[in-house]
Structures are given as structure tokens and as C-alpha cells.
């Protein structure tokens, strides 16, 4: 089965500093990993996917996360927070051996950014 | 390319009455999604379209939901009668791709219809 745990509920930062959302997943195959941001009123996007291929995953507004196999885990990092990274964040695996099909997503992140 | 359409974007019934929701998906786009997403919890899987077919829907509560996509384009999503715990956002989603599992296959999400069941 597969599942995604989000360790903190809610994360703050100072606008400039560096951003870290960890996320721990478990996979009965090589998952397929993701990270979604949900605006308020505004749809999920996706900010980075990681498909097997490099392990450091660059995506978009200058968000990175990693693949670590041998600590389960795909946390998301930004080297310095802007206001308008304030939202709520998804770490997401799929339900396929490879692919976007059928996706569970964790409980989410509230990353708040203080001026 | 036009996103994901979702109708209406919000919507207040009381409860036991029943409300619809329509999707219209990327075009071109072979498999629709709707997600329930209560606040304070990541999306949950309701149902899985592949073009007209229904691919997963273990996690739909079938005694009082129900969702078509007759043409394999939009869709709709029904609750009938509606309970107080059905208050939620919920999702429709679309991807490209057509049985080819591949990790170019992303969702693309739109912006969700919130219900509130008083």
C-alpha cells in the first residue's frame, strides 16, 4: 500500500530564510513522488515530480526536494522564502508503479511567511 | 491550454437534499478524477475514469454518491441525500494519459467546489 506522512502540520518562516517540508512515504513499488501547493480558492499545482530518474528534483519558484531511498523520504526545500510561498503543501505518491495515476496525498503543510 | 473547469464553486444545501457538481476536463485529456478533500485533510480518491469506463471507485460511498462521464469528456458528480459529514471541497482533475503509466503523466487540478451540508 501506499502512503505519505507529513511531519509538521505547520511550518514558519521569515521571509528570505530557508524553507524545509519533510515528508516520509511507504511504497510497495519504486513510488512516484510529488508536491502539490494549493493557493487559497485557487486549484493544486504541481510544483515537482520525481519519476526514478535523478534524485535531486528541481521544480518550480525555485523549489527542490530530494529522494532519499535508504530514509524514505521526499522533503521539499526552497534556499530562501518569499511571501508569496505561503500556502498549504502536498507530498503525494502514486498509487502505480510509475506514473500519476490514482494519487494519495498526505496530510498537508501550512507554510506561513513572516515579513 | 484552458484548465480544468468546475462547476458551481460553491454551493450550501441543507441536509438530505442532493446537489450535483460538472467537470470538464483538459481536452484531449483520456482520464478524470474527482477527489474529496475535507478541511484540514489532503485529497481522498473518490472515483477514476479512463475515457468512459470506471478504472477505481473502492472509495466511493455508493448509497449516496454517484458520478457519470457519459461521452468521456465531462463529468458529473451527485450526492443524494446529502449529510452534514459530506461537507467538503471537491476536486475534479484530468491527465493525458490512456493506460501508458509514465511519470510525463501529471494531474492537472481545478480550482474544486466547495459543498457546505447544514
Known amino acids: 500500500a501506499q502512503s505519505v506522512t507529513q511531519l509538521d502540520s505547520h511550518v514558519s518562516v521569515s521571509e528570505g530564510t530557508p524553507v524545509l517540508l519533510r515528508c516520509n512515504y511507504s511504497s510497495s513499488y519504486s513510488p512516484s513522488l510529488f508536491w502539490y501547493v494549493q493557493h487559497p480558492n485557487k486549484g493544486l499545482q504541481l510544483l515537482l515530480k520525481?519519476?526514478?530518474?535523478?534524485?535531486l528534483v528541481k521544480g518550480i519558484n525555485g523549489f527542490e526536494a530530494e529522494f532519499k531511498k535508504s530514509e524514505t523520504s521526499f522533503h521539499l526545500t526552497k534556499p530562501s522564502a518569499h511571501m508569496s510561498d505561503a500556502a498549504e503543501y502536498f507530498c503525494v505518491v502514486s498509487g502505480r508503479p510509475t506514473g500519476a495515476n490514482n494519487l494519495f496525498f498526505g496530510t498537508g503543510t501550512r507554510l506561513t511567511v513572516i515579513p | 491550454e484552458a484548465g480544468v473547469a468546475q462547476s458551481p464553486r460553491y454551493k450550501i444545501i441543507e441536509k438530505r437534499q442532493s446537489v450535483a457538481f460538472w467537470c470538464n476536463p483538459i481536452s484531449g485529456h483520456a482520464t478524470l478524477y474527482w477527489y474529496q478533500q475535507i478541511l484540514g485533510q489532503g485529497p481522498k480518491l473518490l472515483i477514476q475514469?479512463?475515457?468512459?469506463?470506471?478504472?477505481?471507485d473502492s472509495q466511493l460511498p455508493k448509497d449516496r454518491f454517484s458520478a457519470e462521464r457519459l461521452k468521456g469528456v465531462d463529468s458529473t458528480l451527485k450526492i443524494q441525500p446529502a449529510k452534514l459529514e459530506d461537507s467538503a471541497v471537491y476536486l475534479c482533475a484530468s491527465s493525458l494519459d490512456r493506460g501508458q503509466y509514465s511519470g510525463a503523466n501529471v494531474l492537472t487540478f481545478g480550482a474544486g467546489s466547495r459543498l457546505t451540508v447544514l
Open positions: 475514469f479512463q475515457n468512459n469506463g470506471v478504472v477505481d
Open positions: 520525481y519519476t526514478s530518474a535523478a534524485t
